[in-house]
């Protein structure tokens, strides 16, 4: 079945260095790819998407790229800060007519040592 | 919460019990879903909802059931059958067809005692 690979599973950066987290998707048919950011015993917070006809966004210290092709994902923080400590959720959505299905990855969990 | 409730906050089932878990949301929302989440590990999909009166099995539906007899509300009912439901559950919500992504209700943490 569809499946959405994440790694590395946990990361720890110096404050102020950049972060990356890479995904992998399986379903061809995904075209919509959130990323979410869980505070410890938080609910998951949307924090950056992005669709299937954009290969870049970016968003302040936060950007997601795409390589459909290679069914690749990735997400970028730069600077991090201590707050930026979290679980992070990638996902993969498709839209299709009779089903709207997202699958989650495994989540990456950063740590940002002050 | 953002338009989406979940209650209780915490809950205590004992063994060979049935408990549910609320989830209600004020946005309008026509796509709906349930996950669980253990440590360690991310989010699986247990229940999802299109429209009222209509729900699918997703990926762990076993010892689980759920109703959507109205579009702000699916409850979700952790039956006996479910061997090992201590865990961290979410309900979420999302336009059918749009580009947001999903809204998170606070969830519910179920421990067995």
């Known amino acids: 079945g569809e499946n959405v690979e994440q790694h590395p599973s946990t990361l720890s950066v110096q404050e102020g260095d950049s972060a990356v987290i890479k995904c992998t998707y399986s379903?061809?048919?995904?075209?919509?790819f959130p990323w979410y950011k869980q505070e410890l015993g938080k609910r998951p917070q949307l924090i950056i998407d992005i669709r299937s006809n954009v290969g870049e966004k970016k968003d302040q210290r936060i950007a997601v790229t795409l390589n459909k092709t290679a069914k690749h994902f990735s997400l970028h923080i730069t600077e991090t800060q201590p707050e930026d400590s979290a679980v992070y959720f990638c996902?993969?959505?498709?839209?299709?007519?009779?089903?709207?299905?997202?699958?989650f990855g495994p989540g990456t969990s950063l740590s940002v040592i002050p | 919460d953002g338009g989406i409730t979940q209650s209780p906050k915490y809950l205590f089932r004992k063994e060979g019990q049935n408990v549910t878990l609320s989830c209600e949301q004020n946005l309008n929302h026509d796509a709906m879903y349930w996950y669980r989440q253990d440590p360690g590990q991310g989010l699986r999909l247990i229940y999802y909802s299109q429209i009222v009166n209509d729900f699918q099995k997703g990926d762990i539906a076993e010892g689980y059931s759920v109703s959507r007899e109205k579009k702000e509300s699916f409850p979700l009912t952790v039956t006996s059958a479910q061997k090992n439901p201590t865990a961290f559950y979410l309900c979420?919500?999302?336009?059918?067809?749009?580009?947001?992504?999903?809204?998170f209700g606070s969830g519910t943490r179920l421990t067995v005692v």
């Open positions: 996902a993969a959505r498709s839209f299709v007519a009779s089903y709207d299905k997202v699958i």
């Open positions: 979420a919500s999302a336009p059918l067809a749009g580009s947001d992504g999903y809204t």
């Open positions: 379903d061809s048919a995904s075209n919509y």
